[in-house]
Nanobody, 115 residues
Framework: QVQVMESGGGLVQPGGSLRLSCVIS????????MSWYRQAPGKERELVAG???????KYADSVQGRFAISRDHAMKTAYLQMNSLKPEDTAVYFC?????????WGQGTQVTVSS
């Protein structure tokens, strides 16, 4: 059974950093694309950052210059390095992986930015 699992969330003070990880397990195939989304209470889920197998990346304007997405060579693990965190970055962060045309989601990891 193919699963997508996030880790690395937690509580951090404003200005701090966190690194999220997303791991695909149970699949012999690599992802074609992996993305991070987030959803804050009362808000819609939004794209934060994405990366494709060729290495191209994209970011939401709100995180450009602060967050960096990367992946392993096998395209089965993706990371989201989050720096200069702000209270408005507080949300549940979800990993999305596209594997052979099928989208898969993780269960999410909570990121809370608060003093």
């Amino acid at each position: 059974q193919v699963q997508v699992m996030e880790s690395g969330g937690g509580l951090v003070q404003p200005g701090g950093s966190l690194r999220l990880s997303c791991v695909i397990s149970g699949s012999i195939y690599s992802a074609n694309a992996m993305s991070w989304y987030r959803q804050a209470p009362g808000k819609e889920r939004e794209l934060v950052a994405g990366i494709v197998s060729g290495g191209n990346t994209k970011y939401a304007d709100s995180v450009q210059g602060r967050f960096a997405i990367s992946r392993d060579h096998a395209m089965k693990t993706a990371y989201l390095q989050m720096n200069s965190l702000k209270p408005e970055d507080t949300a549940v962060y979800f990993c999305n992986a596209k594997i052979r045309g099928k989208e898969m989601w993780g269960q999410g990891t909570q990121v809370t930015v608060s003093s």
